[in-house]
């Protein structure tokens, strides 16, 4: 019963199904059929259609060495991997992986914003726009802006943040310390390295 089938072979490719058998051996402790989800994790290689399940399996079965190639992926094939995810099944700890890793292909911090803005507004119902929008922005860096660019951004403001918090940031990009910024915008945050 806990041996391994060749059918289960066969089903490598989806590693939802393994990520799913892998944590039903651990709950039951059934060590060979869990040594091989290991295995399968180890072996496979990370692409543009399975870096976020290969991501979250390195991170269940503690592999820094599957991590690391996921984001190296993640870093230098970011619009890849957006693009072959389809809009409507990126979730928000995927946008959030993206914009915690330092460094992204996407054009520039313009870009990869106006992505995570059209992002929320295709995704969620307009409501719900803003509360994504206030969950995410602590990890974007507005300071990493051109006033230019800023000042398209702003045209979307009411999504972003409040008129006053958008004028203190804009004003810190112009002359910097000038105004108080908002509490969840930070002025030290390292910059993203967009490199497309």
């Known amino acids: ?27 039951y402790s059934i060590e060979e059929l869990t040594n091989t989800c290991h295995k399968i994790f180890l072996s496979c290689i990370p692409n543009a259609k399975n870096v976020f399940q290969l991501l979250d399996a390195g991170t269940l079965i503690g592999s820094e060495t599957v991590r690391n190639r996921c984001l190296k992926i993640l870093q230098t094939q970011t619009i890849e991997v957006l693009a ?36 929320a507004t295709q995704t969620t119902n307009q409501r ?6 206030r969950q995410l922005r602590p990890l974007i860096d507005f300071m ?10 702003f045209k979307r403001c009411n999504e972003l943040m409040s008129k006053e918090d958008g004028f203190n940031i804009f004003m810190n990009i112009l002359i910097p310390g000038s105004c108080e910024l908002p509490n969840w915008c930070s002025s030290s945050l390292k910059s993203r390295n967009c490199n497309k």
């Not at 199904?17 to 039903?24: D, R, S």
């Not at 995810?85 to 990126?90: A, L, P």
């Not at 719900?128 to 929008?133: H, I, L, W």
């Open 1 to 27: 019963m806990y041996g391994v089938s060749s059918d289960f072979y066969q089903q490598i490719k989806d590693l939802d199904f393994v990520l799913e058998v892998y944590k039903a051996a651990i709950t």
């Open 128 to 133: 719900e726009v803003s509360d994504t929008m």
């Open 84 to 119: 072959a995810q389809g809009m409507s099944s990126v979730t928000i700890s995927m946008v959030e992986t993206i914009l915690n890793i330092p460094s992204v292909s996407f054009p520039s911090e313009y870009e990869l914003i106006k992505w995570v803005l059209d992002w």
């Open 144 to 153: 990493a802006l051109s006033a230019e660019s800023f000042g398209k951004l």
